[in-house]
């Protein structure tokens, strides 16, 4: 009914589970853990009749409830204690593997639920119901060209109280650097965009060039639930890790990259003072070769400046966009200006010419997501907000990391 992680393979566990099981049999360092298969999601919803629930906003939001409700299988739960007990019954962090997900054509970032910090196996059983049934939210269905969902695995893992956690890009060429982007605390603050985070580049002869944020706020674990705390003012603008970290990342990404086949999107944390993996997938879209604000001269009178994060240049109407009860404010070809974009807002990323934030790095999924629709993204603006005023004709420029009211 549940399959170890080390054993889990593509085709029955998706693309996330079946990575992390081949990193964890290269001997990468990888949280021990268990995936629930596509075969168990399959057999749960076997009689729920899921096709009839693709038409719109209600039918879905009948299948989740659906889903959602299932009582599991007694020999599922069961399974699910035991590998919780043979794990120590830690806290773990529960994370979607969907069929269409992470694979080399869409990565699908931010499309699915994932939960850390979950306890107990009643508490694993909801988030792997909550996994299924993000099969059919609204932000997964924009995404998919059909309604029907596809089969969805479901990673559990020992979760890890990062000290800094991040995200890197293994090189595309023998030229290139690796790109590592880091924060304090747990990882959803690099990749929800939520932090403008540090910034790392790693040659190939080992030598660092870094530029180092202020990290506003970080994401820890208290007890069974998430808690975002401000950062003390003397460690905000500090390298959340160190060269040395830097270069043993990209050491690994290496070995990743080599083993997958190709240049991977990877996540990581440092916890306990050792460097972990959490996730690697391949790069759909890769970043601006420059991934730095745009230098002082080379700045257009009057721009506003941030992180190049998705190429091309657009001229749209800025549409300030501060949380979702604003979303239906913003039209198709207008420019979305947020404090950060999380997964939930990527279907506004469909229908916008340009995007830009206030917070968030280059390999934030907004950004990501951005690249993989092919629209121009300007990210790290300060109170870009406020700064500029809604329904003015803007430019952005995604290449050079500059944005222009005109």
């Known amino acids: 009914m549940i399959v170890p992680l080390e054993e889990a393979a593509a085709d029955t566990c998706g693309g996330k589970g079946g990575a992390l099981g081949a990193l964890l049999r290269a001997g990468l360092p990888v949280p021990d853990g268990f995936v629930v298969p ?22 879905l939001a009948a299948a989740r409830r659906a889903i959602e409700a299932l009582t599991l299988d007694a020999g599922l ?10 794990l120590g019954d830690p806290p773990v962090a529960v994370r979607s593997s969907a069929a269409d997900e992470d694979t080399g054509l869409s990565s699908a970032a931010g499309r699915y639920e994932s939960f850390l910090a979950v306890r107990g196996a009643g508490g694993v059983a909801e988030a792997v119901r909550a996994c299924w049934a993000s099969l059919f939210s609204p932000r997964a269905a924009a995404g998919r060209r059909s309604g029907d ?41 690099v990749v929800g965009g939520t932090v403008t985070p540090d910034s790392y580049r790693v040659a190939a002869d080992g ?29 905000r603008g500090r390298a959340a890790i160190d060269d040395a970290t830097a270069v043993r990342l990209a050491g690994l990404g290496a070995r990743i990259a080599a083993l997958r086949g190709g240049p991977q999107d990877v996540e990581w944390a440092v916890a306990g003072g050792r460097v972990w993996i959490l996730q690697a997938r391949p790069i759909t879209a890769a970043p601006p070769p420059a991934g730095w604000p745009a230098p002082a001269a080379d700045v257009p009178a009057g721009a506003l400046v941030g992180t190049p994060g998705s190429r091309g240049a657009v001229t749209g109407t800025a549409r300030i966009v501060r949380g979702p009860r604003d979303f239906a404010r913003v039209l198709p070809g207008d420019v979305l200006v947020c404090p950060f974009t999380d997964p939930a807002w990527t279907p506004l990323l469909r229908i916008a010419a340009g995007v830009v934030t206030e917070t968030g790095g280059v390999l934030s999924h907004a950004a990501i997501v951005a690249r993989e629709h092919a629209i121009p993204a300007v990210l790290g603006v300060p109170d870009v907000t406020s700064r500029l005023r809604d329904g003015t004709l803007v430019t952005v420029d995604g290449t050079a990391g500059t944005v222009t009211a005109t």
């Open 38 to 59: 596509f075969a168990a999601y399959l057999a749960a919803v076997r009689g729920l009749d899921l096709g009839r629930h693709t038409a719109g906003p209600d039918d």
């Open 77 to 86: 739960a069961a399974a699910l204690a035991r590998g919780l007990g043979a």
């Open 149 to 189: 969902g596809p089969a969805m695995a479901v990673v559990v893992q020992r979760h890890l109280d990062a000290e800094a956690s991040g995200v890197m890009f293994t090189p595309g060429g023998p030229d290139e650097p690796t790109g590592i982007e880091a924060s304090w605390g747990l990882g959803p603050s």
């Open 207 to 235: 030598s660092v060039v870094r530029a180092v944020a202020d990290k506003r706020t970080r994401l820890d674990r208290e007890g069974a639930r998430l808690v975002v705390r401000n950062v003390p003012d003397d460690v």
